[in-house]
């Protein structure tokens, strides 16, 4: 049979259809190796085993019998634990949905599970999806596969780090300021954050709405593309996922001539002074190598780049605190022993939220009172609208733009732990492309074997993910990947 | 700047232990000192950026799921039920 580690969404296929092994072989030597692997690196929380083997043997009824089997058939995949899979726990990764069990499924575990997706657990993020690193998890401190006493990067950190591990062939995840792309470069896997609105997120448990996006992890460009062709369109049950936005079959078999009329910017904002210089050479090496793909590229400015971690820490938290004041112990939740029902909501509240989300909604509820409301969050709103006008400048004259994805390769686990902004500064190449609802990927620079990986980040202009798809391809077969 | 932590967690309906109070004042003065920088930043002719996206109000039919008619999966995570409806404390003393 083939190795866990050679797996890929791409070869899943070409191997169950050439009968190289079976569905139920594959999922059932995943767990087993999620079993042994799973100890240390502590990716998952909750396994869903028996359905993913029971779903395993049926795929490979269908391919006994000579069935057309859709896109997806039999793929193991691992979800993040704020995404709903009907039956299985929902927790965000806190305390105050430790029993909740999802009522229905996600849109985007509807499309998959339409396309033939199998499901092998709910993977570990920061509570809420709120951290940088995974250490805000109320259960447990997921591991860097590459290094155990590392972060994997977060809020996703569980996804990314499951596949990272082989202990899943892809993942999804969440992005809101960098949720998927930073753990994507952290594990040293691909991570993509689509156009705001390509992605329902119906059934994702929300942090913020006007950021959040649902997207792929996987072991290649090329992956990430299959799963987001299958997860992206339109939802009437999401009133802000695009509703004509068609996506074509460029995305999965982009041509190099199209590539090479691209221009790549890259923008002298985002290689600051201080910045890990290993970082900032491995990112250069990148451009180079497309350099000598001839894909033209540029230097560009994004000059309100600086503003972005400012207005980020303003509206993220703002819409944080209306967004989880549905959580108040009355429908979910460890009932405490209250007076009244004032009483509680502040004990409910207090018992279950854990430092992270309490900082963000307290910090939300200031920015949005009255006397503070303009100075702040109205404020933010305007400098947000004053960083996307630099990504619409900047694209007049490029057509992709090429950044760092996190400022240092993945950091001691402790290291941030105990100062929040310090935490907060590793997002501030990503937060932006957030901010302008935009798509963005983060993918391995070539050539680390051995070393922590570094991510570059391919930041495309709105619904253009096939030009940050197809030129991510093209770099990563420059590395030997097929 | 003065940041009355306990006011605004009381509006949040956070409950905080008096060592939380400390750490949470301490940390967010931290976090709004950073943040104040946008104040000198020309917004003169910005318009706000309300939401995600461009996108006008959005209207759908109504339509009743009648797989989801049943109320009986949501009900299952009450922490607190009496005959099928949830349990809350006394509003009104």
Wanted: glycine residues 10%; aromatic residues 8%; charged residues 25%.
């Amino acid at each position: 049979m083939i190795h866990l580690h050679d797996l890929t969404v791409k070869r899943f296929r070409e191997g169950l259809e050439n009968k190289e092994f079976s569905a139920y072989e594959i999922i059932k030597a995943l767990f087993d190796y999620i079993d042994l692997r799973d100890k240390e690196v502590d990716a998952y929380l909750t396994l869903n085993r028996d359905n993913a083997l029971e779903a395993a043997a049926k795929v490979d009824v269908a391919v006994a019998e000579g069935r057309e089997l859709p896109p997806l058939a039999g793929v193991p995949l691992a979800i993040k634990d704020n995404v709903l899979i009907e039956g299985l726990p929902a927790t965000a990764g806190s305390k105050i949905l430790e029993h909740y069990t999802a009522a229905y499924d996600a849109t985007v575990i509807k499309k998959l599970r339409g396309a033939g997706a199998i499901f092998l657990g709910k993977t570990n993020l920061d509570e809420f999806a709120m951290g940088s690193s995974t250490e805000n998890s109320a259960f447990k401190i997921t591991k860097n596969p590459h290094d155990l006493t590392r972060v994997p990067g977060g809020s996703s950190g569980g996804s990314a780090a499951a596949v990272a591990s082989h202990m899943a062939v892809a993942a999804l995840g969440s992005d809101t300021g960098g949720s998927i792309r930073e753990p994507a470069a952290f594990c040293g896997v691909v991570g993509m954050k689509p156009t705001y609105g390509a992605v329902s997120r119906y059934g994702l448990i929300a942090m913020a709405s006007s950021l959040d996006q649902i997207g792929p992890i996987a072991k290649t460009v090329e992956d990430a593309a299959i799963l987001f062709k299958q997860i992206a369109g339109h939802d009437p049950n999401d009133a802000t996922s695009a509703p004509d936005i068609v996506y074509g079959d460029d995305l999965l078999n982009p041509s190099l001539e199209k590539m090479r009329e691209l221009t790549i910017g890259v923008p002298e904002e985002y290689f600051v002074p201080g910045m890990d210089e290993e970082v900032a050479n491995a990112v250069q090496g990148a451009v180079k190598e497309f350099e000598s793909l001839k894909v033209r590229v540029k230097k560009i400015s994004l000059p309100h780049t600086k503003h972005a971690l400012s207005v980020y820490y303003i509206i993220m938290p703002a819409e944080v605190s209306t967004n989880l004041s549905r959580f108040d112990g009355i429908r979910y939740g460890d009932r405490a022993k209250a007076e009244n029902l004032m009483d509680l909501y502040y004990r409910d509240r207090g018992a279950g939220f854990g430092p992270e989300p309490k900082r963000r909604i307290i910090l939300g509820t200031f920015v949005l009172s009255a006397g503070y409301y303009d100075a702040y969050y109205a404020k933010a709103q305007k400098v947000r609208a004053l960083i996307k006008k630099d990504f619409d400048e900047a694209f007049k004259s490029v057509d992709v733009i090429l950044t760092p994805v996190a400022p240092t390769p993945a950091f001691k686990i402790g290291e941030k732990a105990d100062d929040p902004l310090q935490m907060y500064l590793s997002d501030i190449f990503t937060i932006p492309v957030n901010l302008a609802g935009l798509p963005g990927i983060s993918i391995p620079v070539n050539g680390r074997e051995g070393k922590l990986p570094i991510g570059f980040q391919l930041i495309g202009k709105p619904w253009h993910e096939a030009d940050i798809l197809g030129l991510g391809m093209f770099y990563e077969r420059l590395g030997g990947k097929k | 700047m003065e940041f009355d932590v306990e006011y605004f967690a009381r509006l949040a309906r956070i409950k905080l232990t008096e060592a939380e109070k400390k750490k949470f004042e301490r940390e967010l003065k931290d976090i709004l000192g950073y943040v104040k920088e946008l104040k000198n930043t020309d917004t003169k002719d910005a318009v706000p950026v309300t939401g995600g996206t461009s996108l006008r109000s959005v209207f759908r039919e109504d339509v009743l799921d009648k797989k989801r008619g049943d109320s009986g999966k949501g009900r299952g995570s009450f922490p607190e039920e009496k005959d099928g409806f949830l349990k809350v404390p006394k509003v009104f003393e």
